[in-house]
């Protein structure tokens, strides 16, 4: 069965650069979230978009801003990088509505992101 | 606000037996998602099982099944028949009808799996 695919699988930049990050949700997928984790840290929320509208809003830093696009695929924007910003950036995609359903969110294998 | 707690930093269980992973909850909302996932050391997020707050029989999914205490606000894993390759770490997790869908996990319980 298709996954949720995402690339690039490991990424390192240096501070102040800018990383684009891009998530491809399983087929008929209509809504996408992220996720960043930390070392040794859970996952915690970042966005997430419903029929390419920003459906969610949790603790995402100014300096990233994420867009779903028409095909569903959706791109993470991360500007002026810092050393924190070192973590494992997940993709998950479900079905149905936002706010109104608990579908299962299945996570993509995560972008690896290391800022020197 | 809706919070996750695991207690158990990490958890042994030797091959063959099975093993319980506690998670409390806390949120105020009456509805409610509760989720199971595996992260082996290569770093994937693998959905293992799904609670919801009106469901009234507990989850199962091969070897693995939720306990789900409501009166409690726990909803601990358990996996019969423990296999090496269920050495990992193990994130509970929820959603509410006032956080919507965004996951909020609990620290994670480390399960080593002893031959």
């Known amino acids: 069965a298709a996954g949720v695919i995402q690339s690039p699988r490991h990424l390192i930049k240096e501070k102040r650069e800018t990383a684009t990050l891009k998530c491809y949700p399983i087929?008929?997928?209509?809504?996408v979230y992220w996720y960043q984790q930390g070392p040794g840290q859970d996952p915690q929320f970042l966005i997430s978009?419903?029929?390419?509208?920003?459906?969610d809003k949790g603790s995402i830093p100014d300096r990233f801003s994420a867009q779903q696009f028409s095909d569903y695929h959706s791109e993470l924007n991360m500007s002026s990088l810092e050393l924190g910003d070192s973590a494992l950036y997940f993709c998950?995609?479900?079905?149905?509505?936002?706010?109104?359903?608990?579908?299962?969110?299945?996570f993509g294998p995560g972008t690896r992101l290391t800022v020197l | 606000a809706q919070k996750i707690t695991q207690t158990q930093p990490g958890m042994f269980v030797q091959e063959k037996e099975a093993v319980t992973l506690d998670c409390t909850y806390d949120?105020?909302?009456?509805?409610?998602?509760l989720f199971w996932y595996k992260q082996p050391s290569s770093g994937e997020m693998i959905f293992l099982i799904y609670?919801?707050?009106?469901?009234?029989q507990n989850a199962t999914e091969g070897r693995y099944s939720l306990n789900f205490q409501k009166a409690r606000k726990s909803a601990n894993l358990v996996i019969s028949a423990s296999q090496l390759g269920d050495s990992a770490m193990y994130f509970c997790?929820?959603?509410?009808?006032?956080?919507?869908?965004?996951?909020?996990f609990g620290e994670g319980t480390q399960l080593t799996v002893n031959p």
């Open positions: 998950a995609s479900s079905t149905g509505v936002p706010l109104e359903s608990y579908n299962e969110q299945f």
């Open positions: 087929p008929r997928h209509d809504t």
């Open positions: 978009f419903y029929e390419k509208m920003q459906s």
């Open positions: 949120t105020s909302d009456p509805s409610y998602g």
């Open positions: 609670q919801g707050s009106y469901d009234q």
């Open positions: 997790a929820m959603c509410s009808e006032t956080s919507g869908s965004r996951l909020t």
